[in-house]
């Protein structure tokens, strides 16, 4: 326990990677309050504790990993469906068991958790730069750009995203039907990141539309500054706050879409199975009595899913002036 | 309100016209027709003849049009994958599909509603925050994952339900249906409760707080200082007006509900329009592909349209708004 506290203080910054970065004034001024919440939160510390461990054997899955599923060299057909260590047929070797080709399912995890970390940041990434940019250009613009920005808005969430994700990635599949591994993410992420913007281009919109009225926008105006550095310069550091909460939730959303999509067949390469694909595989196995090559892939996600989804929770009220 | 109606037929029109033209676009430059139907190694001859008799050298719009009629009257071509007409393969799946999400819109209701009225009751107690945690889990948790889950208890280490297929089906004409053998409706019990969670949890914070809302009025305070019982004040006067919004929800829900189908009739391989749809996927199988997103399209459009005619007909208030805002 004593371990796991001494790694809860990089937790703070190790929450953030997806989200741009703010610029330095601004994280300054809001760490010392939002520090003192973390502090003071026991569900967002365990949350923390959580999500970083994952983070951490994703990111080095390469040392902690005690196989490489991915080196086929070294499976072993023989050691193919062993249950868990703690069952009487398991081996010590394998400590939460093989899957039907005698891979070991923790070092599949791990490698695993690191492709869907990445699809899901990756795909954040793209829908808060679209989102962000649409949105100021929006709130900036008005008019007709602003009409036309909002219509697209409204008709993308009157459809469901997994929906919308799955039309995007249909089409990039058969637009290129003999995608390789990097066209394939590619894909994947885009059609995960084109479904995400929206929230992000109403909220900056929104927050623009605040800003533009202010003296400081007026004043950059009156001493000539252009429209598009004042956007950038000015107006946007000021409506990130909400973004960043955002995004910290829509990671755990985009990680599900990642394995809702693998799950159903249409997401990563088999090559290079992410949690979605390990669940997918084992599913077929449940029946013969191996539930382990499903379950511990669906408990990493839910892990994942859950720990990010509470420290977005928490993130949203530390940053919220009103609730301080 | 007449043209509040106008705009939103615009606005349908305008989306449907817009789905329309995608799948359009699907059809004419992702894939070459020509070769999907003569195979690589026909004749140029062969080609122009095929590509005349198929409209390909009219002008975009004209062949726009054409697309248009077609897709209106339901005819998308033959299926890449199965060399069978996608309207015959769609009208085929379409009754299991609208069997287990009218189910699950059933479910989410009648248990949504009820144990939504708890929780606002009963707020604070141990067990409507049981009921409130529940929910937020089933928000959070990966849908399918749920899916194997309850198929890893009751199908497979308890062996009281069957997890995949429909199992016997009764015909009504084009309509088939598991509702009326006792094999059927145990086939739908995973699925449909699967299915139902997301509705479910949705009506259920929607009517708690709804309630809570609507417990604070003061029509509700001149009830109780009237004397009336508690179960009238509850159900009578104040769920009643929660429910507007609720049906709402519930109505917009119905369409989601048929598209998250997708992931549960994958999970239990339930011969849907989802399974087929994800199939069309896989296998890059546009005309079905398209075939889906206008009908899916049309179902949205339509549920949207008339659930927005009915909150106008239904909330006088909101007429006053509406118009106010220039909406």
């Given at each position: 326990?004593?371990?796991?506290?001494?790694?809860?203080?990089?937790?703070?910054?190790?929450?953030?990677?997806?989200?741009?970065?703010?610029?330095?004034?601004?994280?300054?001024?809001?760490?010392?309050?939002?520090?003192?919440?973390?502090?003071?939160?026991?569900?967002?510390?365990?949350?923390?504790?959580?999500?970083?461990?994952?983070?951490?054997?994703a990111?080095?899955a390469?040392?902690?990993?005690?196989?490489?599923p991915?080196?086929?060299?070294?499976?072993?057909?023989?050691?193919?469906?062993?249950?868990?260590?703690?069952?009487?047929?398991?081996?010590?070797?394998?400590?939460?068991?093989?899957?039907?080709?005698?891979?070991?399912?923790?070092?599949a995890l791990m490698y695993g958790s690191r492709i869907s970390?990445?699809?899901?940041?990756?795909?954040?990434?793209?829908?808060?730069?679209?989102?962000?940019?649409?949105?100021?250009?929006?709130?900036?613009?008005?008019?007709?750009?602003?009409?036309?920005?909002?219509?697209?808005?409204?008709?993308?969430?009157?459809?469901?995203?997994?929906?919308?994700?799955?039309?995007?990635?249909?089409?990039?599949?058969?637009?290129?039907?003999?995608?390789?591994?990097?066209?394939?993410?590619?894909?994947?992420?885009?059609?995960?990141?084109?479904?995400?913007?929206?929230?992000?281009?109403?909220?900056?919109?929104?927050?623009?539309?605040?800003?533009?009225?202010?003296?400081?926008?007026?004043?950059?105006?009156?001493?000539?500054?252009?429209?598009?550095?004042?956007?950038?310069?000015?107006?946007?550091?000021?409506?990130?706050?909400?973004?960043?909460?955002?995004?910290?939730?829509?990671?755990?959303?985009?990680?599900?879409?990642?394995?809702?999509?693998?799950?159903?067949?249409?997401?990563?390469?088999?090559?290079s199975p992410s949690l979605g694909t390990l669940?997918?595989?084992?599913?077929?196995?449940?029946?013969?009595?191996?539930?382990?090559?499903?379950?511990?892939p669906?408990?990493v996600?839910?892990?994942?899913?859950?720990?990010?989804?509470?420290?977005?929770?928490?993130?949203?009220?530390?940053?919220?002036?009103?609730?301080? | 309100?007449?043209?509040?109606?106008?705009?939103?037929?615009?606005?349908?029109?305008?989306?449907?016209?817009?789905?329309?033209?995608?799948?359009?676009?699907?059809?004419?430059?992702?894939?070459?027709?020509?070769?999907?139907?003569?195979?690589?190694?026909?004749?140029?001859?062969?080609?122009?003849?095929?590509?005349?008799?198929?409209?390909?050298?009219?002008?975009?719009?004209?062949?726009?049009?054409?697309?248009?009629?077609?897709?209106?009257?339901?005819?998308?071509?033959?299926?890449?994958?199965?060399?069978?007409?996608?309207?015959?393969?769609?009208?085929?799946?379409?009754?299991?599909?609208?069997?287990?999400?009218?189910?699950?819109?059933?479910?989410?209701?009648?248990?949504?509603?009820?144990?939504?009225?708890?929780?606002?009751?009963?707020?604070?107690?141990?067990?409507?925050?049981?009921?409130?945690?529940?929910?937020?889990?089933?928000?959070?948790?990966?849908?399918?994952?749920?899916?194997?889950?309850?198929?890893?208890?009751?199908?497979?280490?308890?062996?009281?339900?069957?997890?995949?297929?429909?199992?016997?089906?009764?015909?009504?004409?084009?309509?088939?249906?598991?509702?009326?053998?006792?094999?059927?409706?145990?086939?739908?019990?995973?699925?449909?409760?699967?299915?139902?969670?997301?509705?479910?949890?949705?009506?259920?914070?929607?009517?708690?707080?709804?309630?809570?809302?609507?417990?604070?009025?003061?029509?509700?305070?001149?009830?109780?200082?009237?004397?009336?019982?508690?179960?009238?004040?509850?159900?009578?006067?104040?769920?009643?007006?929660?429910?507007?919004?609720?049906?709402?929800?519930?109505?917009?829900?119905?369409?989601?509900?048929?598209?998250?189908?997708?992931?549960?009739?994958?999970?239990?391989?339930?011969?849907?329009?989802?399974?087929?749809?994800?199939?069309?996927?896989?296998?890059?199988?546009?005309?079905?592909?398209?075939?889906?997103?206008?009908?899916?399209?049309?179902?949205?459009?339509?549920?949207?349209?008339?659930?927005?005619?009915?909150?106008?007909?239904?909330?006088?208030?909101?007429?006053?708004?509406?118009?106010?805002?220039?909406?």
């Open positions: 326990m004593a371990h796991q506290h001494s790694v809860a203080p990089a937790v703070a910054p190790a929450a953030a990677p997806a989200i741009p970065a703010a610029p330095g004034a601004l994280a300054r001024f809001l760490d010392g309050d939002v520090w003192h919440s973390f502090k003071n939160s026991p569900v967002a510390i365990i949350a923390a504790v959580i999500a970083t461990l994952c983070v951490v054997c990111l080095f390469n040392w902690l990993a005690p196989h490489n991915l080196d086929l060299a070294t499976l072993e057909l023989m050691d193919a469906r062993l249950p868990p260590a703690w069952e009487a047929e398991g081996k010590a070797k394998y400590l939460l068991g093989t899957d039907d080709q005698g891979r070991d399912i923790l070092s970390l990445f699809v899901g940041l990756a795909s954040v990434v793209v829908s808060v730069v679209i989102g962000v940019g649409l949105g100021l250009l929006s709130g900036f613009v008005g008019g007709r750009v602003d009409a036309f920005i909002m219509r697209v808005c409204d008709v993308m969430l009157s459809f469901p995203s997994i929906l919308i994700a799955l039309l995007i990635d249909g089409v990039g599949r058969a637009m290129f039907p003999n995608a390789h591994d990097t066209l394939a993410f590619t894909v994947l992420i885009i059609a995960i990141s084109l479904t995400g913007w929206v929230q992000y281009a109403r909220t900056v919109r929104g927050s623009t539309l605040v800003e533009r009225q202010k003296e400081y926008v007026q004043a950059a105006r009156v001493i000539g500054v252009s429209p598009a550095r004042i956007m950038r310069r000015h107006v946007l550091p000021n409506v990130l706050g909400p973004v960043l909460v955002l995004a910290t939730i829509h990671v755990a959303t985009a990680i599900i879409t990642e394995a809702t999509l693998s799950f159903l067949g249409v997401g990563v390469p088999p090559t669940i997918r595989v084992g599913q077929d196995f449940l029946f013969s009595g191996e539930w382990w090559i499903t379950i511990f669906g408990l996600l839910i892990m994942i899913a859950l720990s990010v989804n509470l420290l977005g929770d928490w993130l949203r009220d530390a940053l919220n002036p009103r609730l301080r | 309100m007449l043209a509040f109606i106008l705009r939103r037929l615009i606005q349908a029109m305008i989306v449907m016209v817009t789905v329309a033209f995608i799948a359009f676009m699907l059809f004419q430059y992702v894939g070459d027709p020509v070769t999907n139907l003569l195979g690589q190694d026909a004749t140029p001859q062969q080609r122009e003849a095929l590509r005349r008799d198929l409209g390909l050298d009219q002008p975009f719009f004209v062949q726009f049009a054409k697309f248009a009629v077609n897709a209106a009257q339901g005819e998308f071509g033959l299926s890449l994958r199965q060399g069978r007409k996608v309207s015959v393969l769609i009208a085929e799946r379409f009754p299991a599909t609208l069997e287990l999400a009218t189910v699950a819109a059933l479910l989410g209701l009648l248990l949504g509603i009820p144990l939504g009225v708890y929780a606002a009751l009963k707020r604070g107690s141990f067990m409507s925050q049981v009921v409130m945690t529940g929910s937020l889990l089933g928000v959070s948790l990966p849908n399918f994952l749920i899916g194997i889950l309850l198929i890893l208890v009751f199908a497979v280490q308890l062996k009281w339900l069957p997890s995949f297929g429909r199992g016997d089906v009764v015909s009504f004409g084009n309509l088939s249906t598991g509702l009326f053998t006792i094999d059927g409706l145990k086939h739908l019990v995973l699925p449909a409760f699967t299915l139902s969670l997301f509705p479910m949890t949705l009506v259920l914070r929607l009517v708690r707080s709804e309630m809570l809302e609507v417990l604070r009025t003061d029509y509700i305070k001149f009830a109780r200082a009237r004397g009336l019982p508690d179960r009238s004040v509850y159900f009578r006067h104040a769920l009643k007006n929660t429910l507007v919004p609720v049906i709402t929800i519930a109505g917009l829900q119905l369409g989601a509900i048929i598209a998250f189908a997708i992931v549960t009739e994958t999970v239990f391989q339930w011969p849907g329009m989802g399974l087929l749809f994800i199939q069309a996927v896989q296998f890059a199988d546009i005309p079905v592909m398209a075939a889906y997103l206008c009908l899916i399209a049309l179902i949205f459009v339509t549920i949207n349209l008339v659930v927005d005619l009915l909150y106008f007909a239904v909330d006088p208030r909101l007429r006053i708004e509406r118009s106010a805002a220039g909406h």
